[in-house]
């Protein structure tokens, strides 16, 4: 008894980690809206399956997957993605292929 559903709003006291998890939740959030494209050749949409793949290997600077694990400045990872297409990992497979 005596619990509070209502809590006062945490987070002003612990900055820097408030800080840093929205940075990634907004990193998130922007790979979430670029998966909703689709796979670029197949249209396939389960997000599970889908990847940022550079358009031009000489642009790349950084794989998005990394930069949201290494919690990059969104950014960065919005220049980056800006040079990506959206692909499912079967095509992305087979356009490497083309590559080599
Ligand atoms: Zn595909």
Known sequence: M???TR???RGRT???THVK???RAEVDLLLMTFRQQGCYFCREMHHACLSAHHRRKEE???TIAD???KGYPLEDVKREL???MCLCLNCHSKLHELER
Do not use: E, V
């Open 2 to 4: 005596g619990r509070r």
């Open 7 to 9: 809590r006062p709003t």
């Open 14 to 16: 612990q900055n820097t």
């Open 21 to 23: 998890l929205t940075a």
């Open 60 to 62: 790349k600077r950084f």
């Open 67 to 69: 930069a949201r694990q």
């Open 82 to 84: 800006a040079k990506c």
